[in-house]
Every structure is written in C-alpha cells, then in structure tokens.
T-cell receptor, first 111, second 116 residues
Framework: GQQVMQIPQYQHVQEGEDFTTYCNSS?????IQWYKQRPGGHPVFLIQ???SGEVKKQKRLTFQFGEAKKNSSLHITATQTTDVGTYFC???????????WGAGTKLIIKP | DVKVTQSSRYLVKRTGEKVFLECVQD?????MFWYRQDPGLGLRLIYF???????EKGDIPEGYSVSREKKERFSLILESASTNQTSMYLC???????????????FGPGTRLTVL
C-alpha cells in the first residue's frame, strides 16, 4: 500500500545549527502537508505544497516539494529553542479522504 | 478559530471496561478522524468519517468502533478495553475536498488513556 517514509527519526542539534527532515512517498502525491507537534501538544498544520518543484518559506523554515512529487523536505536555518518538537509530513491517499503520515522527526536542541 | 475539543485529557480505565472518547468540532467540517499516537509509530488512523452516519476503517480499527450521529461530534468506543490500547488518542477534523485540494486537519488536544 501507499507509504510515506520520513527520516531521520531523531535529530540532535546545537542551538543555532540547521535542521532538515526528509519525506519519501511510495507513490506520486497530489500535495503534501507539514505539521509540527510541540512536546505535550497536538499536531498543528504548518504548510501545504501542491506544485512540482515548489519551494515555500516561512521565516527560517524552507519547505520543498520534489519535481516528481514523491519527496519533500523541511529545512530550518539556525534553530532556536522554540523549534523543538516533532515534525510530520503527510500526503493524501488515493481516496483523498485520509492522509498517510510519516513517522515524524523529533528535533532536540542540545543544551 | 477552529476548535476541536475532546472530552478528557487523561483517562484511566480497567481492562474489560467500555470506554467512550468524545470529540466535538465547531467549524462545520465534513471530515472527522480518530488517531492513536504511540512513541516511534507516528499517527495511526483508527477510523474516519466523511459525513454524518458514515464511517470508514483506517489502518488499525480492530478493538474500536465509532459513532457519528451529528456532524459536529465523532465518538470513539473501546468495547472492551485492553492494556495494549493504552495510548494517546487524537481527534481531528477537516473540510471536505475543495477544488481537488486536500484540506488541513485540525487536531484536538488529545486524550491520554491508560488501561490497567
């Protein structure tokens, strides 16, 4: 069945270093969404990418959707403590009613 | 702002008990979802509903049932709770598909269920 693989599972960085998480889908996606879950919180929508090769920025966050619409990445420049949490990607199933979720990448800031 | 509320933040039940988890959304969304979240496993879909009285199985429906009698309310039922159902349960809602674009999901705060 359709799968979305997300790596790495964890990433430890020093504050100020960059962070990247990658998603790969087994099938072409019509769009991909990114969510952030703070510790103890619930997932919150960040952005949706729709077009092949699309790049969107939100301040220090850069989101990319691959040319083949099968992969995506989220890059955070100069991480801050407020960036701590788990980042999930999710793409719609062919049925379009539900999302297939990546397992998430947990960003941990080293003290 | 869209609001999704869940009946309890924390719940402790005993093995064999019937457990009801309620979710209410206030934005007239067509779609509602129940997920469970376990460390290292991400979000796994239990059931979803795209209309009143309609339900579809997700990836892990065994041991669960759902009810959607009103558009704003989606209930998850554990008929006979077991210890392996100890988890975080998250409810979400979204608007229906519009223009071929899949809409974002809005999540409730979650219910941490412990089954002893």
């Amino acid at each position: 069945g359709q799968q979305v693989m997300q790596i790495p599972q964890y990433q430890h960085v020093q504050e100020g270093e960059d962070f990247t998480t990658y998603c790969n889908s087994s099938t072409t996606l019509s769009n991909i969404q990114w969510y952030k879950q703070r510790p103890g919180g619930h997932p919150v929508f960040l952005i949706q990418l729709v077009k092949s090769g699309e790049v969107k920025k939100q301040k220090r966050l850069t989101f990319q959707f691959g040319e083949a619409k099968k992969n995506s990445s989220l890059h955070i420049t100069a991480t801050q403590t407020t960036d701590v949490g788990t980042y999930f990607c999710a793409g719609p199933m062919d049925s379009n009613y539900q999302l297939i979720w990546g397992a998430g990448t947990k960003l941990i800031i080293k003290p | 702002d869209v609001k999704v509320t869940q009946s309890s933040r924390y719940l402790v039940k005993r093995t064999g008990e019937k457990v009801f988890l309620e979710c209410v959304q206030d934005m007239d969304h067509e779609n509602m979802f129940w997920y469970r979240q376990d460390p290292g496993l991400g979000l796994r879909l239990i059931y979803f509903s795209y209309d009143v009285k309609m339900k579809e199985k997700g990836d892990i429906p065994e041991g669960y049932s759902v009810s959607r009698e009103k558009k704003e309310r989606f209930s998850l039922i554990l008929e006979s709770a077991s210890t392996n159902q100890t988890s975080m349960y998250l409810c979400a809602s979204s608007q229906g598909i519009a223009g071929g674009l899949y809409n974002e999901q809005f999540f409730g705060p979650g219910t941490r269920l412990t089954v002893l």
